[in-house]
Antibody
Framework: QLQLQESGSGLVKPSQTLSLTCAVS??????????WSWIRQPPGKGLEWIGYIYHSGSTYYNPSLKSRVTISVDRSKNQFSLKLSSVTAADTAVYYC???????????????WGQGTLVTVSS | EIVLTQSPGTLSLSPGERATLSCRASQSVSSSYLAWYQQKPGQAPRLLIYGASSRATGIPDRFSGSGSGTDFTLTISRLEPEDFAVYYC?????FGQGTRLEIK
């Protein structure tokens, strides 16, 4: 059973960089056919996709966050990471990592999720 | 960018009743890309339906999805107490704003 686990700082000061890591177990991040995403959810609000990375290292970011986001993969540790720079209070959210799967006829969906980690931006 | 609009915002029903949740896309989308998730308080979203109508592994058959073009529906045929939660539709990397299903 694939499992994803987020870790990182739960409190970040405004203007600093948020850093999170997602450790993948029960499967290899190097397996083809999947993307590895970060998705966030501000308190009491909906889901916002941040970006994803393939095992090859290719990335695709939400245009609204692109200038501040970097997602990287460490295949040796079977994990991928998120960096979000110049954070403000608006970046306070629960951050999830998730696996994106591709099905028949171009289906795309997030089938495995981490439990999420709350990141608060505050001085 | 495709915008997904879910309705109603909140749906109040009783256990045993049928729930019908709607997801409308701002432009026609391939049904293959439409998925539905359930989220309970303090938990990560759980995949229910992908490809508009295929149930994910372990999802009870009281959950069903349908639709095409711009209009998609999640139906829960007979509500169980554990079904009261927030439901999101998703198309590629866009999510709807969610429908809260609450106990009447």
């Amino acid at each position: 059973q694939l499992q994803l686990q987020e870790s990182g700082s739960g409190l970040v000061k405004p203007s600093q960089t948020l850093s999170l890591t997602c450790a993948v177990s029960g499967g290899s991040i190097s397996s083809g056919g999947y993307s590895w995403s970060w998705i966030r959810q501000p308190p009491g609000k909906g889901l916002e996709w941040i970006g994803y990375i393939y095992h090859s290292g290719s990335t695709y970011y939400n245009p609204s966050l692109k200038s501040r986001v970097t997602i990287s993969v460490d295949r040796s540790k079977n994990q991928f990471s998120l960096k979000l720079s110049s954070v403000t209070a608006a970046d306070t959210a629960v951050y999830y990592c998730a696996r994106g799967s591709y099905g028949d006829y171009g289906a795309y969906y997030f089938d495995y999720w981490g439990q999420g980690t709350l990141v608060t931006v505050s001085s | 960018e495709i915008v997904l609009t879910q309705s109603p915002g909140t749906l109040s029903l009783s256990p045993g009743e049928r729930a019908t949740l709607s997801c409308r896309a701002s432009q026609s989308v391939s049904s293959s890309y439409l998925a539905w998730y359930q989220q309970k308080p303090g938990q990560a979203p759980r995949l229910l339906i992908y490809g508009a109508s295929s149930r994910a592994t372990g999802i009870p058959d009281r959950f069903s999805g349908s639709g095409s073009g711009t209009d998609f529906t999640l139906t829960i045929s007979r509500l169980e107490p554990e079904d009261f939660a927030v439901y999101y539709c998703q198309q590629y990397v866009s999510f709807g704003q969610g429908t809260r299903l609450e106990i009447k």
